[in-house]
């Protein structure tokens, strides 16, 4: 059981290092508040949408695979309406609704599942090229779609602008994700479904170009995340963290092992189905958060102590799951 925990307890080890020494670094006037703008479009107008290409243009999908994409894609949006149904009931700020209805649907399933899935069956293995195929289209693409559209919106009415639908739609539009996301899908249909002689050469450089810039969203987002950091009230804050924790770790989870069970799916496809589902507020949901306006100080902090908490859910799960 151990040595399948420990990449797990030594990425959580590395962002929380990480964080901490961005404080330091902070404290000592090395960085300031100035350079967190920076960070946020480095992530979300440079790095991410060169993954969003990159992943859409070189995993393809398989047709026996679209139920548990439509199952995760389910399951994401109830969690993403019930948080926002909550935050209202509630009467709580844009800013803040924006940032929970993010970090309650969206978990590090980029950074943090991969790896996971990697060392319980296998870098190699069935199990991880199905894991990178659900992860892109059950969670990567609602995220950079319905994701943004979220942040945009709410980012808006925290400013006091005019949040109508076709001014969120016009601002998503002109976004570098989109522009990825258009090109990385016409690229996935058109031209690596033609079998051209030597393709493979051009998906080789993909999968490079990819784990390079996989490489350095971890060291961008866990710097943007140590910059949010700030004083928050425990108060106001440990309502939402319960909040996030139950939809985000629970409740998704939950709603992915029903449904592969109520359609069948094999118990391979129903193992990573869950993992994928139960992983903890995603560190790059809070920085879009941030750089559309949204209350980032409590995403940041909303991230750091739900990863302290898949330190003990995770492992449950997996337990529960059968994953040792």
Known sequence: MMPVLIPEYLYVLMFLII???VQLLKRRGIFNDTHQPVFDRLVIELALPAIVFASLASTPAHPEWIMPILLLIGAVLVCLLSAWVIC????????????????????????????????????????????????????????FTTGVLVAGYFGIKARGGNASAASVLKQFLATPIFIAFVLGLLFSLFLAGLNIPGFWIFTDV?????????????????????????PIRLRTFLPLLVLVTGLQMVLLPALAAAGAIAIGLPLMERQVLVILAAMPAG????????RYGCDGPLASALVICTYLASLVTVPLILFIMGGF
């Open 19 to 21: 964080t901490l020494i």
């Open 88 to 143: 209202r009931l509630f009467l709580l700020p844009p800013a803040t609704t924006g940032t929970v209805v993010l970090l309650s649907a969206f978990g590090s399933t980029y950074t943090f599942a991969a790896p996971l899935i990697g060392t319980v069956f296998g870098h190699q293995s069935a199990e991880m090229s199905f894991a990178l195929v659900l992860d892109t289209f059950g969670i990567v693409i609602p995220f």
């Open 206 to 230: 993909f999968s490079d170009f990819f784990t390079v810039i996989r490489n350095s969203v971890d060291l961008l987002v866990w710097i943007a995340i140590g910059l949010l950091i700030r």
């Open 283 to 290: 560190a790059v949901a809070a920085v879009l958060a941030s």
